[in-house]
């Protein structure tokens, strides 16, 4: 099998407990080992079980996406936290780009999506489709995205299973998606209740995930010019 070309700065994912998604990015590549810095959920720092083994995804070049499992040698202290851990001897790989997931809080609207749903969002305008369901949207904010679905914080429960209409309404990307609820977890930390979401868009136009991508792409770009991924 031909060895995996880790490069510094390309973003590495570990699954961690209660199947959390943690972004991290290479620091140092060397013969035996990587250094990583300490991974992300949405905003907060997740330590990693040092000595043990971990799930995790990577991200090469191009399209280019690699599971395995790997297990973490050691904390180490540089110019900030790093994690050492060892480099993988067999791997799985994806061509998916999107999977490409990055801690991203973007408002969002959502609301149980009704039998209509899917005809609207391709002749409506996200505010066309706002308007039509108005009185009936929930506030929350994801907690990162991918051209593939999202993770969102929301204050009350959603079902597993269920349909939701959901629209994005940041500055550069304002979209109406359909989306699966694929898991939802209460989140315990914080001083309000909160329920952390996975979601599945469904039946979603190439053209509008392209839309999603370029805007995840750009403000992957920015985070790491201003070394908020470290």
């Not at 929301?154 to 939701?164: H, I, M, N, R, S």
């Not at 909160?194 to 190439?206: C, K, N, R, T, V």
């Not at 805007?215 to 908020?228: C, H, V, W």
């Amino acid at each position: 099998m031909k060895p995996i070309d880790f490069r510094i700065n390309n973003k590495i994912e570990f699954i961690l407990e209660g199947n959390a998604e943690c972004s991290s990015l290479i620091q140092d590549v060397r013969p035996d080992s990587l250094l990583v810095t300490v991974p992300l959920e949405g905003l907060q720092r997740r330590m990693l079980p040092v000595g043990e083994t971990v799930e995790c995804v990577y991200f090469g070049e191009g399209s280019k996406v690699y599971m395995f499992t790997l297990k973490v040698i050691e904390r180490v202290m540089d110019n900030i936290p790093l994690y050492r851990i060892t480099i993988p001897d067999s791997y799985d790989k994806i061509q998916r780009r999107n999977y490409v997931r990055v801690p991203l809080i973007v408002p969002v609207l959502y609301t149980e999506a009704q039998d209509d749903i899917d005809k609207l969002l391709r002749e409506k305008t996200p505010e066309e489709v706002e308007a039509l369901y108005r009185g009936s949207w929930l506030r929350c904010s994801t907690l990162d995205l991918s051209g593939g679905g999202m993770k969102l914080n929301t204050k009350t429960p959603v079902t597993p299973g269920a349909l939701l209409v959901l629209i994005m309404k940041a500055d550069e990307l304002n979209i109406a998606v359909k989306g699966r609820v694929v898991r939802c977890i209460k989140n315990m930390g914080g001083d309000q209740p909160a329920f952390h979401s996975g979601i599945e868009f469904i039946d979603i136009p190439e053209a509008r995930r392209d839309k999603i991508i370029g805007f995840i792409f750009e403000r992957l770009r920015e985070m790491i010019r201003k070394g908020d991924m470290l």
